[in-house]
Structures are given as C-alpha cells and as structure tokens.
C-alpha cells in the first residue's frame, strides 16, 4: 500500500507561479514511474509530467519550459514547480505513482485567474 499526500495548490494570477509538493508513504526511487497528472472540468485526466527511477523525465508539450519536475529523497517528496503559469492550467493536479499498480493522490486544485 502506498500513500501520496499533494500539497501546494491554490489560487494565483496569470504568470504566476506555485509549487506542488507529493510526499510519500514509502521511498520515491521505488517508483517507477511517478509523477503529475491534472483534469479540467469537463476533460479528461491527462499526464503533465512524469520521471522514472532512472531519472528520465516526460513533459506535456503543454507544459515544457515552464514546469520543472524534482525530488528530495530524504522527504520523499516529489515537486513540481510551476511557472509561468496560463489560465489553461486550471486543473486538478493528482500525484501518481506506479508500485506495481498504480497509486493516486487525493488530489489539489490549482486556479489560475486571467
């Protein structure tokens, strides 16, 4: 069983930035891969960025540029620093982790006003 606690959404303004934080129940480099997925009302749930044990990362072309994946192994957490931020990343933002199965966050709300 693995547990995944985001943390760090909120409200802010066009080209702002903010910075989730996923912390885990369990040592993050045993995932493989983990990473951030985010829904829009009315759309489906789609990747934003992911990073394997190996250290390989995938962006969303979305999101290049502006977001930037890290860890911190001795929290066993796992950050996604936003920036640049558009209206368009409205989103729930779910952490995921794949441990054999693949494990969700509760998820965090980001809101992006105009």
């Known amino acids: 069983q693995v547990q995944l606690v985001e943390s760090g959404g909120g409200l802010v303004q066009s080209g702002g930035s903010l910075r989730l934080s996923c912390a885990a129940s369990?040592?993050?480099?045993?995932?493989?891969?983990m990473g951030w997925y985010r829904q829009a009302p009315g759309k489906q749930r789609e990747l934003v960025a992911a990073?394997?044990?190996?250290?390989?990362?995938n962006y969303a072309d979305s999101v290049k540029g502006r977001f930037t994946l890290s860890r911190d192994n001795a929290k066993n957490t796992l950050y996604l620093q936003m920036n640049s931020l558009k209206p368009e990343d409205t989103a729930v933002y779910y952490c995921?982790?794949?441990?054999?199965?693949?494990?969700w966050g509760q998820g965090t709300q980001v809101t992006v006003s105009s």
């Open positions: 995921s982790a794949n441990y054999g199965t693949q494990y």
């Open positions: 369990r040592n993050i480099f045993s995932f493989n891969p």
């Open positions: 990073i394997t044990s190996g250290d390989s990362t």
